[in-house]
Every structure is written in structure tokens, then in C-alpha cells.
């Protein structure tokens, strides 16, 4: 089963709109993280957001957050304000209790629209 | 203060020839991770050091990879007798324990 779905392959956005990627896990582990970063085509991957399992706020840096929903074991990264410069794959990952290794999805292209 | 770093960016090689690759982590870092990515997918955990030992070495990596961090530094990740299969982006991360991890601008492999 997968651990990481991201259901969203591409998707388009008007400048300046707000957007959601989705992200759904699968655990059974109490303690996780999840993890969001965004890989240009350059191909660096840049670390954008993290949020604990035990956090009880969501998460947020700047114009990311982290819609956190648990009990649907949901991890949504919404970027508001969306800018040309933030269209690139978008990797959401989980790591699970004292693991180290980092669980992905496949990923989301985001393109954002002049 | 830098980032990771790797070396080379791009690699080509002939199948059956041996490759070399080198990671420099943030320097701060205990831990340094290997991934390789295909293209469209996400990446996939090749192995992972903290410090010079080496913890854990994923299936995925057959007897022809090996990768060393001799000195708890920098590291290298060697395949031998490459395969068209093996032509991937292979990254490395580094962390402070188990925090986020840090990603190098990867080198891509393509084997002819």
C-alpha cells in the first residue's frame, strides 16, 4: 500500500491565486513527520514546511501552511498568494517514529499562469 | 554559509564502467543521506550515515553500489559495472539528527 499519495499529477494556477496540494498518509506509528519541499527544474530539492504529529497548530512559514488534518490523515500544503516563480514538482514525505529515511510521493508539477 | 554540495552535476558513462560520485554536506550535520530519483517519480532511500557508520542500506541497492563517509565528512557513492537501469538523479541530504533534511543540487547519471 502506498504510504504517500499525492492524487494531484499537474495542476494549473492563476498568478496570484491561493493553492492546495493534497496529501494523504498512511500510518500506524503515533509519532511521524511530514514534510513538504518543492524541487524546480533545476532539480534542488528545497525543504519548504515540516509539521509533527503532536504539533497541535498547523504549520507555517511565510506563504506556506500546512492544513494538518489527522483523523483523515491529511497534510495539505496551501500556498497563498501564488507567484511565477513557485511552479515546480511539489514532494510531500513522511517519516515515521526514530526513522531516519524520508517515505515520498510521487509528486505534484505546479504551473503557475502570467 | 553553504549548502550541500555535489560532484559531478552531470555524469555520462558507458554501461560496464565504473562511477564515482561525492557529496560535501553542511558542515554541522551528523547524518548524510543517499537517494537516487527517476524521472516522475520521487526519490527512493539508497542508504544513510550518521557520522562515518554507515546504518542502513536499502534493498534497492545491489552489491555494485557502495558509499563511504570516511571521515564522518564528506562522502562518496561508487557504482560499478553501470547499467542503463542506473540512470537516474542521485541526491544527498544531510540533517542535524532528525531534523528537516537538506538537499544537494544532485548529480544526473545517464548510462549509454
Known amino acids: 500500500a502506498q504510504k504517500i499519495t499525492q492524487t494531484q499529477p499537474g495542476m494549473f494556477v492563476q498568478e496570484k491565486e491561493a493553492v492546495t496540494l493534497d496529501c494523504t498518509y498512511d500510518t500506524s506509528d503515533p509519532s511521524y513527520g511530514l514534510f513538504w519541499y518543492k524541487q524546480p527544474s533545476s532539480g534542488e530539492m528545497i525543504f519548504l514546511i515540516y509539521?509533527?504529529?503532536?504539533d497541535q497548530q498547523n504549520a507555517t512559514e511565510g506563504r506556506y501552511s500546512l492544513n494538518f488534518q489527522k483523523a483523515r490523515k491529511s497534510a495539505n500544503l496551501v500556498i497563498s498568494a501564488s507567484q511565477l516563480g513557485d511552479s515546480a514538482m511539489y514532494f510531500c514525505?513522511?517519516?515515521?517514529?526514530?526513522?531516519?529515511?524520508?517515505?515520498w510521493g510521487a509528486g505534484t508539477k505546479l504551473i503557475i499562469k502570467p | 554559509d553553504t549548502g550541500v554540495s555535489q560532484d559531478p552535476r552531470h555524469k555520462i558513462t558507458k554501461r560496464g564502467q565504473n562511477v564515482t560520485f561525492r557529496c560535501d554536506p553542511i558542515s554541522e550535520h551528523n547524518r548524510l543521506y543517499w537517494y537516487r530519483q527517476t524521472l516522475g517519480q520521487g526519490p527512493e532511500f539508497l542508504t544513510y550515515?550518521?557520522?562515518?557508520?554507515?546504518?542502513?542500506k536499502s534493498r534497492l541497492l545491489s552489491d555494485r553500489f557502495s558509499a563511504e563517509r570516511p571521515k564522518g565528512s564528506f562522502s562518496t557513492l561508487e557504482i560499478q559495472r553501470t547499467e542503463q537501469g542506473d540512470s537516474a538523479m542521485y541526491l544527498c541530504?544531510?540533517?542535524?539528527?532528525?531534523?528537516?533534511?537538506?538537499f544537494g543540487p544532485g548529480t544526473r547519471l545517464t548510462v549509454l
Open positions: 514525505a513522511m517519516r515515521e517514529g526514530s526513522n531516519y529515511q524520508l517515505i
Open positions: 550515515f550518521q557520522n562515518e557508520a554507515q546504518l542502513e
Open positions: 509539521q509533527g504529529s503532536y
Open positions: 541530504a544531510s540533517s542535524l539528527y532528525n531534523l528537516e533534511q537538506f
